[in-house]
């Protein structure tokens, strides 16, 4: 009989003396593999799975960072440029951005000099953001 552990899960094999040199696969990962001659294999054990290692860990820490800390004040400014406030939405600010989707175009509707300051001020308050 032909003993050995499967390189990339661990998992114990036995076959008999005929089926040394022919593929086989895996039962437990899936991994093909060529039985070896009738003596069995040096035991190599398992790698760890790659988000075990700290480089890994830190890799993906750094990409989940990244990915919440929402759009650019440039990508704000603009989107409140066409539609009043969703900048500031875009940045985590609903209730201001909301106010200022109401107020802008109710200036505007009132009088032109005060919606097109009430929406100038909004893209640059958009476009200066500090608060990440």
Known sequence: MINFKCRNCGFDFQFSEDKAGKKAKCRN???VFVIPGG???PVVPAEPPIAATPQAAAV????HHHTQEGIG???AAILTFFVPGLGQMCQ???GLGVAALILVP???LLFIV???VA???SIVDAATYKGR
Request: glycine share 20%; hydrophobic share 30%.
């Open 106 to 108: 109710f200036g505007y």
């Open 114 to 116: 005060p919606g097109l």
């Open 73 to 75: 004040n440039g990508a």
């Open 29 to 31: 990962c899936g991994k």
């Open 39 to 41: 003596k069995p294999e």
């Open 60 to 63: 993906t820490t750094h990409v």
């Open 92 to 94: 985590g600010r609903v």
């Open 119 to 121: 929406h100038l001020i």
